[in-house]
């Protein structure tokens, strides 16, 4: 049976059997233990379980798990991982989750969780391109549970479904989006950042916004990008100024959070490349990192042309908006 290193992101468990595929769209052990925690209770029903990593955070919250796969080389991955760890509350069913024979089998549920497949190489996220359908899960599971939660890509467009939107966010990268449904539904839109179990709410708070960069500002703040695509900076109490259609907060005092990353304002200039170079060696600059939206392609090659004849200690941080901002990163924050 084909097995890679596991990942610390993962079990750290050298024992368990999994496929580099398997790897890749497995989920990230804090984010499986906050899952079974808020989805903790008695008889659980897991559809498209893959290799069983979820499924072995819910079998330490629930009582009875049913994990369905569909992949019965992924679930025989599965078995050996539970069997390995000692579990014996877990049923594995090969099959597809809608099949009448495999919902028969699952009627004692409280709750339902599913973990949708995309399509790769999609540039944009819906829910017909999704397997299953969560509109069928829904109305096929409805009949058990009013209790289900459906993992979705967390680019995906808008939907009318009643439910909670929950954008997770593991070491300040956007990772999930959670559909909650039922009594699970908590509030309209949510952010839950990982591993520091932070959570943020929707409250319908307009965020108070300015149409250029303020130069009374001393502090920059980015935002999580969870936070970013929920659109929830606003239930944040700072002031915002949209740029390129990301906002950025900002401050005269320093005001730190854990769902923003913080920079101390150094000195402003203009954007020009021969000006922001001068400055940099003004200030005793050794590596200077672009806080602004480039292409990839060419990052290394413009950041090295700031670099050049740099021979200082210090790590600044360029933003470019109406004028170069050059900042140093704020310990912690």
Same mark, same amino acid.
């Given at each position: 049976?084909? $097995?890679?290193?596991t990942?610390?992101q993962?079990?750290?468990?050298? $024992?368990?059997?999994?496929?580099e595929?398997?790897?890749r769209?497995?989920?990230?052990?804090?984010?499986?233990?906050?899952?079974?925690?808020?989805?903790?209770?008695?008889? +659980?029903?897991?559809?498209?379980?893959?290799a069983?990593?979820?499924? %072995?955070?819910?079998?330490?919250?629930?009582?009875?798990?049913?994990?369905?796969e569909?992949?019965?080389?992924?679930?025989?991955?599965?078995? /050996?991982?539970?069997?390995?760890?000692?579990?014996?509350?877990?049923?594995f069913i090969?099959?597809d989750?809608?099949?009448?024979?495999?919902?028969?089998?699952?009627?004692?549920?409280?709750?339902?969780?599913?973990?949708?497949?995309?399509?790769?190489?999609?540039? $944009? $996220?819906t829910?017909?391109?999704?397997?299953?359908?969560?509109?069928? #899960?829904?109305?096929?599971?409805?009949a058990?549970?009013?209790? %289900?939660?459906?993992?979705?890509?967390?680019?995906?467009?808008?939907? +009318?479904?009643?439910?909670e939107?929950?954008?997770?966010?593991?070491?300040g990268?956007?990772?999930?989006l959670?559909?909650y449904?039922?009594?699970?539904?908590?509030?309209?839109?949510?952010v839950?950042?990982?591993?520091?179990?932070e959570?943020?709410?929707?409250?319908?708070?307009?965020?108070?916004t300015?149409p250029?960069?303020p *130069?009374e500002?001393?502090?920059?703040?980015?935002?999580?990008?969870?936070?970013?695509?929920? &659109? =929830?900076y606003?239930?944040?109490?700072?002031?915002?100024?949209?740029?390129?259609?990301? *906002? /950025?907060?900002?401050?005269?005092?320093l005001?730190?959070?854990?769902?923003?990353?913080?920079?101390?304002i150094?000195?402003?200039?203009?954007?020009?490349?021969?000006? %922001?170079?001068?400055? +940099?060696?003004?200030?005793?600059?050794?590596k200077? =990192?672009l806080?602004?939206k480039?292409?990839?392609?060419?990052?290394?090659?413009?950041?090295?042309?700031?670099?050049? &004849?740099?021979? &200082?200690?210090r790590?600044?941080?360029?933003? #470019?908006?109406?004028?170069?901002?050059?900042?140093?990163?704020?310990? &912690?924050?």
């Amino acid at each position: 049976m084909p $097995r890679v290193k596991t990942p610390k992101q993962l079990l750290p468990d050298p $024992r368990l059997h999994y496929t580099e595929e398997d790897r890749r769209f497995a989920t990230p052990e804090p984010v499986a233990t906050y899952r079974a925690q808020r989805l903790q209770c008695q008889t +659980l029903a897991e559809l498209g379980c893959g290799a069983g990593f979820q499924t %072995i955070a819910f079998a330490k919250t629930c009582q009875q798990v049913y994990a369905v796969e569909k992949d019965p080389h992924k679930i025989e991955h599965a078995k /050996y991982n539970a069997q390995v760890l000692g579990l014996k509350n877990i049923t594995f069913i090969c099959g597809d989750a809608l099949d009448p024979s495999v919902v028969t089998q699952l009627k004692s549920c409280e709750m339902v969780f599913c973990d949708t497949e995309r399509l790769p190489g999609e540039t $944009r $996220r819906t829910l017909d391109t999704l397997q299953p359908d969560p509109r069928q #899960v829904l109305s096929t599971y409805l009949a058990i549970t009013q209790n %289900i939660a459906i993992e979705v890509p967390p680019h995906l467009s808008e939907t +009318l479904l009643d439910c909670e939107r929950e954008y997770l966010s593991l070491n300040g990268k956007l990772n999930r989006l959670t559909l909650y449904f039922g009594r699970l539904k908590q509030t309209e839109k949510s952010v839950v950042l990982l591993p520091e179990n932070e959570r943020l709410i929707y409250t319908a708070k307009k965020p108070v916004t300015v149409p250029h960069f303020p *130069p009374e500002a001393k502090y920059l703040y980015e935002i999580n990008p969870a936070v970013v695509l929920a &659109g =929830l900076y606003g239930e944040l109490d700072y002031a915002f100024f949209i740029h390129q259609e990301k *906002p /950025y907060a900002f401050s005269k005092d320093l005001k730190p959070s854990l769902f923003l990353r913080a920079y101390r304002i150094l000195t402003t200039c203009v954007v020009d490349p021969l000006v %922001i170079q001068k400055t +940099l060696q003004q200030m005793g600059t050794g590596k200077v =990192l672009l806080r602004y939206k480039i292409d990839p392609q060419v990052y290394w090659k413009e950041r090295k042309q700031y670099e050049q &004849g740099l021979s &200082g200690g210090r790590k600044i941080h360029l933003f #470019v908006f109406d004028q170069a901002v050059l900042c140093e990163e704020v310990d &912690g924050g």
